[in-house]
């Protein structure tokens, strides 16, 4: 049964980062691809960044981000640790949210528990 959790939330001033991780387990991580979303209150959830599951290779995967992520925040893997990292930078109020991490494959999905960003000073 996949299992996902989430870290690496918190507190932190505009203007400074964060990396989240993504610990999955209970399955093959190397075939999925993987997803971090975010959802702030009173907003729908929005997709944020996406890893395909880059196959055979340890650190392998095309990725893509929303417009407010790019050139800010950057998605990789790492398939020997089962884990999948979201690199915040440049950070600002408006990404305070609870960021999500979810694991892809054809027709499933499996969501983690999610972990809370605030940026405020």
């Known amino acids: 049964q996949v299992q996902i959790v989430e870290s690496g939330g918190g507190l932190v001033q505009p203007g400074g980062s964060l990396r989240l991780s993504c610990a999955f387990s209970?399955?093959?991580?190397?075939?999925?691809?993987m997803e971090w979303y975010r959802q702030a209150p009173g907003k729908q959830r929005e997709l944020v960044a996406h890893i395909t599951s880059g196959g055979m290779t340890s650190y392998g995967g095309m990725t893509r981000y929303a417009d407010s992520a790019k050139g800010r925040f950057t998605i990789s893997r790492d398939n020997a640790k089962n884990t999948v990292y979201l690199q915040m930078n440049s950070l600002k109020p408006e990404d305070t949210a609870v960021y999500y991490c979810n694991a892809v494959l054809k027709f499933r999905s499996f969501w983690g528990q999610g972990t809370q960003v605030t940026v405020s000073s």
């Open positions: 209970g399955s093959n991580f190397n075939i999925y691809d």
